[in-house]
């Protein structure tokens, strides 16, 4: 129901950087947190990182101390910065609102394409 618009995508090469953003279409006044996965070609959908609304970070394993979250609360906007790139981040990355209000919501981004090579 929550529109999200994704960009920063692009070709880097490894060791590269890049940095996704993803903005919600309308203001939302309940807790949420927000995130981005990723899907490589041939396999399933997998956590990144994610946000929530008291800024606690959780990130997978593969991008811990290459890549950092963050939101802007003001224009709930989150954020992907991605350092140190290898070619395994190839994937089309997903960023995900779930807000906490009577019932539990998600939406999803259509998805930005991240390239790593050499």
């Known amino acids: 129901q929550v529109q999200l618009v994704e960009s920063g995508g692009g070709l880097v090469q490894p060791g590269g950087s890049l940095r996704l953003s993803c903005a919600a279409s309308e203001s939302i006044f309940s807790i949420y947190t927000m995130g981005w996965y990723r899907q490589a070609p041939g396999k399933q959908r997998e956590l990144v990182a994610t946000i929530t609304s008291a800024g606690r970070t959780n990130y997978a394993d593969s991008v811990k101390g290459r890549f950092a979250i963050s939101r802007d609360n003001a224009k709930i906007t989150v954020y992907l910065q991605m350092n140190s790139l290898k070619p395994e981040d190839t994937a089309v990355y997903y960023c995900?609102?779930?807000?906490?209000?009577?019932?539990?919501?998600?939406?999803w981004g259509q998805g930005t394409q991240v390239t790593v090579y050499s």
């Open positions: 995900n609102i779930r807000i906490y209000y009577s019932s539990i919501r998600d939406s």
